[in-house]
């Protein structure tokens, strides 16, 4: 068995986004540093996401995009290292990108150039990379020393820092492991929960909308004072696209949400417009939406018939119904589908400028692990990228 370094100045756990970008920091900065990461590769979430090419940042990331507890946390962090010096380090790279929309970059071949973009990083700072290193119990010794026992020996650090990630995609090895290390050590750590992640119909509504599995629908999609603008898709079991990933992390089960399918225009006042015509009602509503989607919709909530045969304040309610149709959804589709994990570490344990544990000198916590969670669209990067770089400048 290969056995762990005497001595190392940091050692970090957790070889994604977040712990790379840590180690990087601290290896251009003399420091010896080992990452251990218990998987066979790194990167494994980077490499599935945005479609195998990687939405590595948002050119718009800004607080306002991420939820914690704590909202102001994010702050500090973000400040000191923006999307465009991410973007830098892609350009240096000789990356090629693309926005895609609202800001979300991605790269035009593959995810693994990011893969290997960390790895050329690392090896030019001096961290080393230890794989199918699994981490099996973590001490303090003293006032600054920690002890991290592993299949591949024991490892003693002045910094260690915990970049674990969270709960989401369990397929791809995610664990729990973090949020031990967190209690074993004193600190809180918040409800967790699945975020950016698909929602199921009420049972009841199920086999309503069961034949429109696949179908698209532009939409707004609010819940509780937040709205988001984009498509939302039906599936087998309920509901996904961008704007229910998106309201998802601030909905609970059992809730309501509301749609837009007519976010452009008051839809009573349209339907009044065209009283008066003979067009069956379902053929307007396809002027503006899928014929499948409007010919069910309306099998559920609005009979079809010739508008001048709808009575006026008929319309009004199916106008109403259209700009604030409510849906109720039962569940999450979980952890197996959930982009990222909502919760984790509470920010309240935290220095926001280094990401070190008040009661814990020489502790540090970055990425998902902790209470920190971005939108869809390449948020959830960038504050690994941050976090990561804003530990790696003391660890």
């Known amino acids: 068995m290969e056995r762990g370094d005497p001595w190392q100045d940091t050692v970090v756990i957790g070889g994604g986004a977040a712990g790379l970008m840590c180690a990087i920091e601290a290896g251009k900065r003399g420091r010896s540093v080992a990452v251990l990461e218990h998987a066979d590769r790194i990167g494994k979430k980077i490499g599935i996401s945005g479609g195998g090419r990687c939405n590595f940042t ?8 991420f939820i914690s507890a704590h909202p102001d946390f994010c702050k500090s962090a973000l400040a000191r290292y923006t999307p465009g010096d991410f973007v830098a380090l892609v350009e240096r790279h000789g990356i090629r990108y693309h926005e895609k929309k609202l800001g979300q970059l991605f790269c035009d071949f593959s995810s693994k150039e990011i893969i290997q973009l960390l790895l050329k990083e690392c090896e030019s700072a001096g961290a080393a990379v230890r794989l199918n290193c699994k981490v099996s119990a973590v001490r ?17 650090c002045e910094s260690l820092v915990i970049a674990t990630g969270g709960l989401s995609i369990p397929k791809i ?9 967190a209690e074993q050590f004193g600190l809180k750590v918040t409800e967790r929960r699945p975020a950016l ?35 939302i898709l039906f599936t087998h079991r309920g509901l996904s696209g961008p704007a229910i990933l998106q309201i998802s992390s601030y909905w609970r089960e059992g809730q309501t949400i509301e749609i837009d399918l007519l976010p452009d225009f008051k839809a009573d006042e349209w339907l009044l417009e065209n009283h008066s015509g003979k067009m069956e009602l379902v053929n307007l509503l396809s002027l503006k939406l899928p014929r499948r989607f409007c010919q069910v919709w309306c099998g559920c909530h609005a009979p079809s018939r010739p508008m001048n045969r709808h009575k006026m304040q008929e319309l009004r309610q199916i106008g109403h119904l259209l700009n604030w149709w409510p849906v109720r959804l039962a569940a999450s589709e979980g952890y197996e589908k959930a982009e990222v994990t909502l919760g984790g570490v509470d920010t309240a344990e935290l220095s926001s400028r280094t990401m070190e544990a008040r009661k814990v000198p020489g502790l540090f916590f970055i990425g998902e692990v902790v209470d920190v969670t971005g939108w869809l669209g390449g ?3 960038q504050w690994a990228w941050a976090s990561g770089f804003a530990a790696g400048q003391v660890v």
């Open 58 to 65: 948002n050119v718009y990331a800004c607080p306002e995009n």
């Open 197 to 231: 992640v698909p929602l199921v119909f009420a049972p009841e509504d199920r086999a309503k909308y069961l034949e429109l599995s696949g179908v698209s629908v532009p939409a707004v999609v609010r819940h509780d004072g937040t709205e988001f603008r984009e498509n």
């Open 379 to 381: 948020f959830n990067f």
């Open 173 to 181: 090895g995610a664990t729990d492991f973090g949020y031990r290390i």
């Open 140 to 156: 303090k010794e003293g006032e600054r020393k920690f002890v991290v026992e592993s299949n591949q020996g024991t490892f003693s």
